[in-house]
């Protein structure tokens, strides 16, 4: 350890669920110190203060890594998140442990090779969470309701209706000769499913009120097959729009484009990526899918579908509807799907000038001069 460095730092952490590891590094890649510390903000607090002023600090995008963002943030440090895509090869080194992963970080810092991942705000990731708990949410009553329909299937039952979970088929639902334990299991799940959509609807609640003055959440909702749901995940899970250059970068970070791998004469693109946000992706397509009949994204879906295959065609649909995210996000505004402007009509009178004789406005225009 040297107490003679002046300069900027770099720090690197390698974070984990109860401990975590910092190496702190000069300009030039020597180290200055390595330590295990107990995850605790007064701890990380209090080594992060060793670095100096305005640290370049790495650690990667993991489980749980919110806490140590924040702490670093509020003590001055610059902080960055790798991407664990990025700094996957560190599984295969011969020797692999804590002090490497957090030197590497540092050192692919320090030579500006990080493969940085975004670093949302607390506005964002508070936003996150709700979206993705009413996802959840969601997906454990999607679960629910497939058991109550197997529960059925065992006993050799088929309601007359086409939504058991409706008024009417509620009512069947609780006059349906069940035997015991399924009785009492299909109990059961009627009331979780119950709890779920409360937590749903409260949720839903909670989205609606913190976006109500978001423009870009409001235009979105102008988008054929985008309701307030799936415009509180676009919001949510894109965050700050403006560090994509433009609506492509935006869609290939959301998976949406196909692979492509090239070498020497050889070039091979196969199926999308499916890298990024999983709601993202999800959203897009399930807005592709719900596009009203008459609409100009289903003319186009039917198209490529004639040609391509259905799936295709849904995600390229898919794909121009994100592009049109991108727009709403950034202007506030989808002016595509504006009606044309009348254009207006150009004459040859002047401010004070008197018209020709025998001439309307509309003839002078077209007069030779």
């Known amino acids: 350890m040297r107490a003679d460095y002046a300069g900027r730092q770099y720090v690197g952490i390698d974070l984990h669920r109860r401990r975590s590891v910092i190496v702190r590094q000069t300009d030039q890649g020597e180290r200055l110190e390595s330590v295990r510390i107990d995850n605790d903000p007064v701890a990380l607090s209090l080594e992060i203060a060793k670095a100096g002023p305005d640290p370049e600090v790495v650690l990667e995008a993991?489980?749980?890594?919110?806490?140590?963002?924040?702490?670093?943030?509020?003590?001055?440090?610059?902080?960055?998140?790798?991407?664990?895509?990025?700094?996957?090869?560190?599984t295969y080194r011969r020797v692999k442990n804590d002090v490497r992963d957090a030197s590497d970080l540092a050192d692919l810092l320090r030579m500006g090779r990080l493969p940085e991942a975004y670093l949302a705000p607390p506005a964002v990731r508070e936003l996150r969470e709700l979206v993705r708990h009413r996802a959840t949410c969601v997906a454990l009553r999607s679960g629910l309701k497939a058991e109550a329909h197997a529960i059925?299937?065992?006993?050799?039952?088929?309601?007359?209706?086409?939504d058991i979970f409706g008024v009417r088929g509620r009512e069947l639902l609780a006059a349906a000769p069940l035997d015991g334990p399924f009785r009492a299991r299909m109990n059961a799940v009627l009331r979780l499913i119950d709890a779920y959509g409360f937590e749903i609807d409260t949720a839903s609640g909670w989205l609606r009120a913190r976006l109500a003055t978001h423009t870009?959440?409001?235009?979105?909702?102008?988008?054929?097959?985008?309701?307030?749901?799936?415009?509180?995940?676009?919001?949510?899970?894109?965050?700050?729009?403006?560090?994509?250059?433009?609506?492509?970068?935006?869609?290939?970070?959301?998976?949406?484009?196909?692979?492509?791998?090239?070498?020497?004469?050889?070039?091979h693109r196969g199926r999308i990526t499916k890298q990024g946000s999983k709601l993202v992706r999800w959203a897009a397509v399930e807005a592709a899918q719900k596009t009203p009949s008459g609409c100009w994204l289903t003319s186009t879906r039917a198209g490529?579908?004639?040609?391509?295959?259905?799936?295709?065609?849904?995600?390229?649909?898919?794909?121009?509807?994100?592009?049109?995210?991108?727009?709403?996000?950034?202007?506030?505004?989808?002016?595509?799907?504006?009606?044309?402007?009348?254009?207006?009509?150009?004459?040859?009178?002047?401010?004070?000038?008197?018209?020709?004789?025998?001439?309307?406005p509309a003839t002078a225009a077209r007069s030779p001069r």
Do not use: M
């Open 62 to 90: 993991t489980y749980g890594w919110y806490w140590a963002a924040d702490v670093l943030q509020a003590a001055g440090a610059h902080v960055h998140l790798a991407h664990p895509l990025g700094v996957k090869g560190f």
């Open 216 to 267: 870009g959440y409001h235009a979105l909702q102008k988008l054929p097959g985008v309701g307030p749901t799936l415009a509180a995940v676009f919001v949510a899970e894109i965050g700050e729009v403006e560090r994509f250059a433009d609506a492509a970068h935006l869609c290939s970070w959301a998976g949406l484009t196909p692979r492509h791998r090239e070498s020497d004469t050889k070039v």
């Open 304 to 360: 490529i579908a004639e040609r391509r295959g259905r799936n295709t065609a849904t995600v390229a649909v898919a794909r121009k509807l994100l592009t049109l995210v991108y727009y709403g996000l950034r202007d506030g505004e989808i002016r595509a799907l504006n009606p044309p402007r009348a254009a207006p009509a150009h004459t040859s009178e002047r401010p004070g000038a008197r018209p020709l004789a025998g001439l309307t």
């Open 152 to 162: 059925l299937a065992k006993q050799g039952l088929r309601l007359p209706v086409s």
